[in-house]
């Protein structure tokens, strides 16, 4: 396969994925999912971030809905992914053949991780091509060291800070692996490194003073939301949780498993080639779950599967990088079997969640938050003559935020953050103190004395024939007025 014939199958495939992946959620799912929804009402108010987040991407978010409507989440997450899956496509160009190339790259649209964010744009997503062109910038520059790929690393970095701040932890790998390997050490001795830390500085700064100016509040926000009580089981068990094991598990069964298998044919690819780069693709992977676990570790806060995306972007590439594959017309056909596979099971997936399971209860997807939306617009209209000026969650916060969105009048949303997760009220042992976490809104648009102003309509989840407003409601807002009038639908409560 020459480089022609390869980049033409690469562009096809992905342009095909793209465009089928954007379409086809917009037509079967009938809501947007909880983090969509909260994009939207941060990019609305158009602040620099969150106390959780940059707010950037939801910017980004809410200026392309109003140019092509509801489809807007589903193309920002098709286009990151493409970015992604280009960056591994070039890295696998430098040191494979064409077809191997192609393969390596194309694994990348296998991950499950990448197929079941298709119907999520969040700060994860976004992280994704920023570090696989992070990744592929400080190759060039560790193999090139031009003046110009320096500069690229640093545009990259500086702007992976305003798609999630873990961007600093991802740098911290890229540092870590040239401080460690003897053969990159040497670039400390030149300019390059010092340009690319004033670049990305520059760039960064308006959130490096905001994140300055709120005494760190986005590294609270894991502390409160899942940090458990730190003792041995606990900082354990962070390790284990939802899967963050799953990735070195992965590698290890590559290294146990692959010399099992013997393909015949004509051998693929330059060894000199690939032992140039193998070592740093190994290298940036173990050191990504590392930067990523210990921290975790040392704080009892187990981290989510998808904060460790950026583990299987490069995976398909090393695995040729340490292997020996060898050219065969079996393995080719093979390798697409194994790609058409996985399309259709990942299509299959995403329609048996959205319709297969609706016998056993209702799905987010099914929920009718437009219709929704509109009884909450009405009521409020039939009593006040103004516009509904906020949605106050007082439980599900995907409840309140569905008619924040679908609202005809585009309220701002308000709720208490920072609410420990299921799993830290599980374990822990003192619950009184994990009630007395700290809980703070959204953003400073959204206070409390913000709602008692400018009044606002209170949604929440409880079965109990809304005979009264949640304690807590009732506690921050004395003067609110029960509406005696269900909203909420029986099937989701």
Partial sequence: MSSKHAAFVFWITAVLYGVFWTVYPYLIVPNYQYDVIEMFFIGKEGVLATFKHPAINSIVLELL??????????????????????????????????????????????????FYHSLYYNHNVVLIPVWSLAVLWAFYCIKYSRTRDWIGLGIIIGLGMYAKMTTVFLVAVILAYMLLNPSTRKHFLQRGPYLTAVVSLVLAAPMIWWVWATHFSALDFPVQHYGLEKNWSNRFYSLTHDG???????????????????????????????KQVRNYLLGITVLTWLVFAVPCFIGAVPKR???YYPLAVFAGPLFLAWFPVYQSKKRDALVWCLFALTMTGYIAGHTYRIYGDAERRVQRFQFPGQELAEKATVLWHTRYPQSLPYIVSGGDFFLAGCVAFYSSDRPSFHGDYGLPTRIVWERATDIEKIRQRPRQPLSTWSTDSNVLHSGGLVLWDEDDEYAALPKHIAEKFPSAELVPQSLVLKPLL
Avoid at 66 to 72: E, K, M, P, Q, T
Avoid at 86 to 101: D, I, R, T, Y
Avoid at 252 to 274: D, M
């Fill in 305 to 307: 599967v998808n904060d």
């Fill in 244 to 274: 963050v094991l799953a990735p070195v598990l992965l590698i290890s069964a590559f290294v146990l498993l692959c010399p099992l298998f013997r393909f015949t044919g004509k051998h693929s690819f330059p060894l000199v080639a690939v």
């Fill in 65 to 114: 809905y109003h140019r092509i409507g509801l489809i807007a989440p589903y193309l920002l997450n098709q286009i990151c992914f493409f970015t992604a899956a280009l960056g591994v496509w070039q890295l696998s160009k430098e040191f494979l053949p064409p077809k191997e190339a192609l393969f390596g790259a194309l694994t990348f649209y296998g991950y499950w991780g990448y």
